[in-house]
């Protein structure tokens, strides 16, 4: 296509091509309005416009105000309206950047009439790009604006697909860092990806009622050759969204397991605090006895029990001596000089949780990625 010099103020590029029998023809943007009615059908692409860069398109194409008000303003949610002969259908591509963990939602609204399309471009994605591309090489079936939309459609299906293999590759590197057994808590890396699958599903799930009437071929711009095509990337994206489905599933076990594993260890820790303080507690009991005892005849009182028997002192010793014995096995009876059994056991069923959640998300991975792309 051909790039059309840019009026001042512009936001972005229109660009204008009539194709005719799987041939591109470029075009300016007069040259556009008075091919319409020739053979093919003539493809307007604008990128990031204003409404009064695509005023004259919309005059001339008769497009429905709101919706070019709508489409240029974009945060639109995927859809399909008719109004008339005309077509409007909003797609929302994605792109994932694996770096940073998110996910780029972009917007792209396509107008399509008996024979022109015009579309609006939100965001950085080259999913129009790629489509022209296809179109120019002849390689494909040719079916007139419903084949620039299905290419589209597939276009953006397949970049959700993409996305979604990134994102499995997260999942799974997060399973190896919660599961093998380090200290450090993963949850703020788990709820970030989850709140981006949140965005992604908010692109894909609205997309499945749209191309479901894409398939059944209920608009006279749609060919009946194009609805197979369609039924197809219908089918992919049934596939995508279960994926997503899983990918929030899973990235609950893994915060569920992560959650776990971070008040087993809070409770050992604890648990481990309170063992120090009985086992403190016990000893400095245990050399009270001494002391107290120690600390009555260091009184230096002139009348002082058994002074002058020469066995008071080995008695006082022995008496010592026997309580703290005493102390020392009544301690050691009740865990108080060494740590229970139930820190062990706590440890155990904690371990049993971990490879419970394990094996949950493992199965939940197998069954969500079994047969998910043809």
Same mark, same amino acid.
């Given at each position: ?14 660009? &204008?091509?009539? !194709? ?25 692409? &604008? ?6 860069? $695509? ?11 709101? %919706? ?11 859809? /399909?309206?008719?109004?008339?002969? $005309? ?65 589209? #459609? ?8 993409? %996305?979604?293999?990134? $994102? ?86 893994? /915060?569920? #397991?992560?959650? %776990? ?23 400095? %009991? ?9 600390? $009555? ?15 008071? !002192? ?9 309580? &703290?014995?005493? /102390? ?21 069923? #904690? ?16 069954? #969500? ?6």
């Amino acid at each position: 296509m051909t790039e059309l010099a840019q009026r001042p103020g512009r936001s972005g590029p229109v660009r &204008c091509a009539r !194709y005719v029998g799987g041939r591109r023809v470029d075009l300016t943007l007069d040259g556009a309005f008075a091919a319409c009615s020739a053979e093919g059908f003539v493809w307007i692409e &604008c990128t990031d416009p204003t409404r009064e860069d $695509i005023a004259a398109v919309a005059t001339e194409f008769r497009l429905p105000e709101l %919706a070019v008000a709508d489409a240029v303003a974009a945060h639109q949610r995927p859809k /399909l309206e008719v109004h008339g002969d $005309i077509l409007l259908v909003v797609l929302k591509p994605v792109h994932y950047v694996d770096s940073y963990e998110v996910v780029e939602v972009t917007e792209v609204a396509l107008f399509l009439g008996p024979s022109f399309v015009v579309t609006i471009r939100h965001g950085d994605n080259d999913v129009l790009d790629r489509v022209r591309r296809d179109l120019d090489s002849g390689e494909h079936p040719e079916f007139g604006v419903a084949g620039v939309l299905y290419r589209v #459609a597939d276009r953006v299906v397949d970049g959700y697909r993409e %996305a979604i293999d990134y $994102i499995y590759d997260d999942v799974d590197d997060i399973e190896e860092q919660v599961f093998g057994g380090g200290d450090q808590d993963r949850s703020e890396r788990i709820y970030s990806l989850k709140r981006e699958v949140a965005d992604f599903r908010r692109a894909v799930s609205p997309l499945s009622r749209t191309l479901e009437t894409l398939a059944d071929g209920r608009h006279p711009v749609l060919t009946p050759a194009a609805e197979p095509y369609f039924r197809g990337v219908h089918d992919h994206l049934l596939r995508a969204a279960d994926n997503v489905e899983a990918i929030d599933r899973l990235l609950s076990d893994v /915060l569920q #397991a992560n959650v %776990a594993q971070v008040s087993v260890r809070q409770s050992q820790i604890q648990l481990r605090q309170n063992e120090d303080m009985r086992r403190i507690s016990a000893w400095a %009991a245990i050399a009270l006895v001494p002391t107290a005892v120690a600390g $009555i005849y260091g009184m230096n009182f002139e009348h002082m029990p058994e002074l002058d028997w020469q066995y008071g !002192y080995p008695l006082v010793l022995g008496v010592i001596l026997t309580i &703290c014995l005493a /102390l020392y096995f009544n301690f050691r009876a009740r865990h108080w000089l060494g740590a229970p059994a139930s820190a062990e056991s706590q440890a155990d069923g #904690a371990g049993r949780v971990r490879r419970e959640l394990k094996s949950r998300a493992r199965k939940l991975r197998r069954t #969500a990625r079994f047969g998910s792309w043809s």
